[in-house]
């Protein structure tokens, strides 16, 4: 009896990480998928996060905030070029089309982590809570990666 116990906890613990390694959170229709942040260089103040939000509901969804315990505060930005010139600039919220993706990556909507509390290592991972209009606030984990780091790339 004691065998077939210590496998049952094997199975389960196997169980439980495959889940962990899928870098996928669902919370109801919201799917959250490859949350990750660039590694800094000591010092930086900066560092910015990526992922994609699959809204399987049928209804729209808006990103309200994001925050976290390793930075002084999280701004949703946006990337674009005009007249030929890459800008950065804040925005307040952007919405999820019912059925659509939402891809923050480096040349379009991302998280800005402002006044950085330490470096961001390679490896580390941290806390996010992420705002939603309709799913209110959930909490996935950002994996640290490299400094080219894409969050299309599969790990």
Do not use: C
């Amino acid at each position: 009896m004691r065998g077939l116990q210590g496998w049952a906890t094997v199975a389960v613990g196997v169980a439980l990480f495959a889940t962990a390694a899928t870098a996928e959170d669902r919370f109801d229709s919201l799917r959250i998928d490859r949350p990750i942040a660039r590694a800094t260089p000591p010092g930086a103040k900066t560092g910015a996060v990526y992922f994609t939000v699959d809204n399987g509901s049928n209804s729209a969804e808006r990103l309200l905030h994001a925050s976290t315990p390793i930075a002084a505060g999280v701004s949703l930005h946006q990337m674009a070029i005009e007249n030929g010139v890459m800008k950065m600039r804040a925005i307040p919220s952007v919405e999820i089309n019912p059925g659509g993706r939402l891809e923050l990556k480096p040349d379009g909507y991302h998280l800005m982590l402002i006044d950085l509390k330490q470096p961001l290592r390679v490896g580390e991972t941290f806390p996010l809570m992420l705002t939603f209009q309709r799913a209110g606030t959930v909490r996935t984990v950002v994996t640290v990666e490299e400094m080219g780091a894409s969050p299309t790339r599969s790990r």
